[in-house]
């Protein structure tokens, strides 16, 4: 009875909520991103089948609306040369988000890598308006420029890259640009700039010692080059360039000592084994030379100077029709050079093509305006086919040019050019007034080939061999936007 009675009072009167029936629990809606997390791992991982087979399935359950997974297949497809199915499904984020400038970025991307520079710049534009403080959707604009030649716009978007953001890439490629104009000043400028940002990029430092190279400065070129050893030992740029001073400085031995290091590292390199060729030349080596320079032009089949030394070295071994093939092959790629027609008139005169070799002399004259060579060996012609007037107004000619150079440089001219033209003074009676400069001690550092021309007298072919350093400008592609993969 007692626990009937606690039972009664221990009730509790039901709550109105228990009373009310209980809701269905509503229905999942896929979620879109919900796999973002698996598909970003996949790919930074690098484990590119495993991350497609995610998308895929992603893809399924969001019936194509993930943007995320169709923006790393786009990537993917991308990374495995597939670019215009890259293009398509970029196209395809755009729509979902036409608001993204990632979107537009990578979309301007492709259509660069596939060819349609014009076209990636209209999109890299539209890029520009939703975000306009991109220096990549700046410095990518700059480089689509340069590809359809509007250099004054290439500058001007690449100096707002670097105003918005300095970057390596951007310094090159705006230095590029004063290379693709031949101002070299301006391009050394931007390059020291670029070191000073950025004093350990060895890629710099080596471009920026090849342009001291081009233009004579050793000293300031063997500090860069230096430099960049310094940082980066292996840098075969940097080797070759310097291996090229020392063999442009008469240093043969050492300069192949150097040039041992680059063939480890780039075996089938043309102007690698152009300058051993050329040391080998220097050595008076001529079958170890031609067999190195056969070696680079089949490498690079259409480099002028090295069909240029071709045709060097044949004409010093005397082997006239071979280097009359090579000579005007180089000259088809290289037609604006007189000292290219000086030569192949030198080997036409040794084959008795007179009026070949006088059509030829006449094309080195017109082009060249400061070798005296040129008009040298034009008068040995002439004095001895007997037009001694024709003779004589090259003499002169060469005398004018010789007194410019000596006016404008501190030249030592060759003592068998000197040689020469005394001789051919002394038989037309004229150039006792021609003071020369003093002739150098050491011809070793100045090599010099010689042809028997008609009637016993020489004719002079300046072997100014062509040691080839690596081009300094770089060939840079747009910076790549989805380096950085975020989940979205």
């Known amino acids: ?4 009675r606690l039972a009664m009072r221990t009730q509790f009167p039901a709550s109105a909520e228990s009373l009310k029936p209980r809701l269905k629990k509503a229905p999942e809606f896929p979620i879109l991103e919900k796999q973002n997390w698996l ?4 790919y930074i991982r690098k484990d590119y089948e495993a991350c497609k087979d995610v998308i895929k399935e992603q893809l399924q359950e969001t019936q194509g609306l993930c943007e995320y997974a169709i923006y790393v297949q786009a990537l993917i497809f991308r990374l495995e040369g597939n670019i215009q199915e890259s293009l398509e499904l970029f196209q395809t984020c755009a729509v979902l988000s036409p608001q993204s400038a990632d979107n537009l970025k990578q979309v301007a991307r492709s259509l660069f890598l596939l060819g349609k520079h014009k076209a990636a710049t209209e ?8 975000n306009q403080k991109d220096w990549e959707i700046c410095h990518n604009l700059g480089v689509c420029y340069i590809y359809l030649k509007q250099l004054d716009k290439a500058q001007d978007q690449l100096h707002n890259a670097l105003h918005l953001n300095r970057h390596d890439l951007t310094y090159i490629m705006l230095g590029k640009i004063h290379l693709l104009e031949g101002d070299l000043d301006k391009a050394i400028e931007i390059y020291k700039k670029a070191v000073e940002f950025s004093p350990e990029n060895t890629e710099l430092l080596t471009t920026l010692g090849l342009l001291y190279l081009q233009l004579g400065i050793y000293q300031k070129a063997f500090e860069h080059l230096g430099n960049a050893l310094t940082y980066d030992p292996t840098n075969y740029k940097a080797i070759l360039a310097a291996g090229s001073m020392m063999q442009t400085h ?5 300069a192949l000592t150097k040039y041992r290091i680059v063939a480890c590292a780039v075996p ?21 030379a031609i067999s190195c320079l056969k070696r680079a032009n089949y490498l690079a089949p259409f480099d002028w100077k090295i069909l240029y030394n071709l045709g060097l070295v044949h004409l010093t071994m005397q082997q006239y029709a071979s280097a009359f093939h090579f000579l005007s092959a180089a000259i088809n790629f290289q037609p604006k050079m007189g000292e290219l027609y000086m030569l192949l008139a030198v080997a036409l005169t040794n084959l008795e093509d007179t009026e070949n070799a006088r059509r030829a002399y006449t094309e080195a004259v017109r082009l060249d305006k400061c070798n005296p060579l040129v008009n040298l060996n034009y008068a040995v012609l002439l004095y001895n086919q007997g037009e001694e007037r024709g003779a004589l107004a090259q003499y002169q000619e060469m005398e004018k040019k010789v007194n410019l150079l000596k006016d404008s440089s501190s030249l030592e001219f060759d003592p068998e050019m000197v040689e020469m033209a005394q001789k051919l003074g002394a038989a037309l009676q004229v150039g006792e007034a021609l003071v020369w400069t003093k002739p150098v001690k050491d011809p070793k550092s100045k090599q010099r080939t010689t042809s028997t021309g008609v009637g016993g007298t020489s004719q002079l072919t300046k072997p100014a061999s062509l040691p ?13 936007a989805s380096a950085q993969i975020r989940e979205k």
């Open 1 to 4: 009875m007692a626990e009937q």
């Open 39 to 42: 598909i970003h791992l996949h």
């Open 123 to 130: 999109v890299y534009n539209e890029a520009a308006k939703l």
């Open 250 to 254: 008469g240093d043969f031995d050492v």
């Open 268 to 288: 089938e390199s043309p102007p690698l084994w152009n300058n051993i060729g050329m040391c080998f030349f220097g050595k008076k080596k001529y079958v170890a």
């Open 468 to 480: 080839l350093e690596p081009e300094p400008t770089v060939e840079a592609q747009p910076t790549e």
